[in-house]
Every structure is written in structure tokens, then in C-alpha cells.
């Protein structure tokens, strides 16, 4: 049975070209959306089949330094994905609710434009520092290496993100545990 998640939005939809690009292409990492309008609202429908939200994965248990690290790959990855297709980097929703977990990938799910839906990196981060596993030292230092680092002004993402995998390459002798949770 196919299992969607729906977001409204207060605008008349339009089908715009960043619409058009994720559902002919189906880029790797991206949710399949699909678009329509109804009472001069958005409705933008995702699929979600076989999926976990991260906000659902970590009720469960807390995040180790290999998730972390798994997490910041493929989101790096994510981000020239999008930039390839020529779409709006900041039309990745960075809310856990948003973020989806499926055989070992993280897969984001992108909107139109700018939404209360989104999150910021910044809000991701506090997020990660709650559920971090504080028996992992490894993991703590860097879920507060990505905070910190959110907190200036003008950041780079990609600065960052580079930076705190530098940091666990570095430290190869360091536990990278993975931890993964059934759905």
C-alpha cells in the first residue's frame, strides 16, 4: 500500500520549472513530489512508502558517529545533486519530520520555494544535539562542531559539512559505529 505525506501551502499552486525537474528526472536522494492546486491552495504530495522519518528514527534511540557521518555524506551529496538539476538549495526541507530514512539512504524531500516547512541547517543541528548519544564522545564533538559552526554568520554548508568529516577521518582509531533502527 503506497503511504504519502501531503503539505499545504496558502499560495496558488504553479507549476514551476523546479516542479517540472524533479518529476521527470526523479533525482537519486529527492522524494518523488507531485503537485496540484485546489481552493487557491498547494498541495504537494510525497511518497513515503517503506520509509522512516528521522524525527521517528531517533525517538527510538539516539544517534551514533556513524550516522552522523553517513548523514553528512549523503547530505553533501544531496546538495550537488540539487545544484546539478539546477534547483533551489534552499527548498530542502531540514525538518526530521521531512528527512526520510530507507536502506541505508537518507532521502530529503524538496519544495517550490522557501516554506514554514523548512527548518533551517541551524535548527537541524539543535535537533542532532538532542538526540545525540552522549556516551559517544565522538559524536557529541561533532554534532557541536556542526552547531558551532551554523552559529556564525555567512556560513558555508559545504565548509562545514567538509570540515566535520575531516574531523572524523582524522581519527580513524574512533569507534564509527553505525546504528540503524527498524522501522
Known sequence: MERKITIEEEELYQEDYQIRMLKINHPEGLLEIGGRGMNGKSYYDYNVSGKISVKAMYERGKIGNGDIKEFLVQFRSILRTVEKYLLNIHCILLDPEYIFYEEDHFIFAIIRRPSRYMGSFHELTEYLVRQADYQDPECVRIVFLLHK??????????????????????????????RRWKK
Open 149 to 178: 559552526g551554523t552559529m556564525e554568520e555567512n556560513y558555508s554548508l559545504d565548509k562545514i559539512i567538509s570540515e566535520c568529516l575531516r574531523n572524523l577521518e582524522e581519527e580513524p582509531d574512533r569507534n564509527c559505529e553505525r
